[in-house]
C-alpha cells in the first residue's frame, strides 16, 4: 500500500545540515528606549538541507554578516520584548541571508531556517 503524498514528501527530505554562525553579534539600538543605551547580543545556527547552501553561506558570511548587523541594528529595543518582535526578527534575519545568497550566487539555493541560540537584551 502506497504512503499518502504528505508522507513521501516528509520523509524524502534531506537531513538537516546546520552552520553555527561563527561570532555572536553584539549591536547597540539606533532608537534607544526611554533615552537609555540598549545593546542585543544574538547567537544563531541557520539550517539547510544541502551541503552547497551551506557552503555557499559561508564563502559569502562576511557579506551576510554586515547586512544582518545591518537589520539588528535598525530594530527598536522595546519591539524586541514580545514573542511576536523576536519572531519577525527572526523571519528578517532569513530573508536577508536569503537576499545575499541570491545576489552573491544565485545558484547556491537558500537557507531554509535561522534558530537563535541566544538572545540576550540590556
Known sequence: RAAPADQ???????A?????????FIVNFSEQSNE????????MKVMARQQNVI???AQHEPAIVHDLLMLFYSQ???DLS?????QALQQASLRTINDVLTRLQ???GGIEAVYFTSLVRQ
Open 8 to 14: 513521501l514528501t516528509l520523509s524524502s527530505k534531506a
Open 16 to 24: 538537516p545540515i546546520y552552520y553555527d554562525v561563527s561570532a555572536p
Open 36 to 43: 537609555q543605551v540598549r545593546y542585543l547580543q544574538i547567537k
Open 55 to 57: 557552503n555557499a553561506f
Open 76 to 78: 527598536n529595543y522595546d
Open 82 to 86: 514580545t514573542s511576536e518582535g523576536t
Open 106 to 108: 544565485p545558484t547556491a
